[in-house]
């Protein structure tokens, strides 16, 4: 009697979070929907944590998460996701737990890449990385440079904001350098559109919208540059829990707030 009744609570529930996700979805407004969402995966080793398993477990479910997650976003008509797989701060994780970090992550976009169904491009200092796992990457990216049409999937690893931004401002030196600029007349005529021109995401608009999962309100150095204008959003769930109705809810929020857009 009472597995009938805990069967019978469990399909009722289903029943509601059902009709309550259609609803979330029947509510979004498809002109302030963002082109470009940025995600910062937080929460995996939490979670693992929680059911006393190791943190490659929390990462490998993490990854698993992913492939949802596009889906989510080709069915919403967004143009270009985000995603910070891994920071140049945790390169400093134990030699056990980065090695298997790196392994996931180089299966998981190694996987994104062989769907063929999404454009990949690797953002971060990828020198910062083993070779070995550098160069799948790269073949990876590589391998879908012809994809035009959908969407469009930024993977962070080894990403840091900071980074992100010297790196910048030193390919725009070693450019006017090799056009016969001095420094004097470079400094005196850079400009934001300068360092822009040499981000990561070069070509791409800013994300409009950027989620972090786990409950954390930080950016953590995350696309510092281009989030000067984001709306943030934090979630409670851990990335492995993340459902398509707490993206939705993300979603929700971001169409209700008005944008200036620093006006």
Not at 64 to 85: N, P, Q, R, V
Not at 117 to 140: Q, Y
């Amino acid at each position: 009697m009472r597995s009938a009744a805990a069967r019978f609570g469990r399909a009722r529930a289903g029943l509601l979070y059902g009709l309550y996700e259609r609803r979330l979805a029947r509510s979004l407004d498809g002109g302030s929907m963002p082109r470009h969402v940025g995600v910062i995966l937080d929460g995996n080793r939490r979670w693992a944590r929680s059911f006393g398993e190791p943190a490659a477990t929390g990462h490998r479910r993490g990854a698993d998460k992913i492939t949802d997650f596009l889906g989510w976003c080709e069915e919403l008509d967004i143009e270009i996701a985000t995603l910070w797989m891994l920071s140049t701060d945790n390169l400093q994780r134990s030699a056990e737990e980065l090695s298997d970090l790196l392994g996931i992550i180089e299966e998981a976009v190694t996987g994104l890449a062989a769907t063929g169904r999404w454009r990949v491009r690797v953002v971060g200092r990828l020198d910062l990385l083993p070779e070995p796992v550098a160069a799948a990457l790269r073949s990876a990216q590589q391998r879908t440079s012809t994809v035009t049409d959908g969407l469009q999937v930024n993977v962070a690893v080894g990403y840091g904001g900071r980074h992100e931004i010297a790196d910048a401002v030193r390919a725009v030196l070693c450019e006017r350098q090799r056009e016969g600029d001095t420094l004097e007349q470079v400094a005196a005529t850079i400009d934001v559109d300068d360092i822009a021109g040499h981000l990561y995401t070069k070509g791409q608009p800013d994300p409009e919208l950027v989620i972090r999962t786990s409950g954390e309100q930080r950016l953590g150095g995350f696309l510092l540059w281009q989030s000067a204008h984001s709306e943030f959003y934090f979630c409670e769930a851990y990335w492995p829990d993340f459902r398509r109705i707490d993206f939705l809810r993300a979603l929700r929020s971001y169409s209700l707030r008005e944008r200036r857009l620093g006006r």
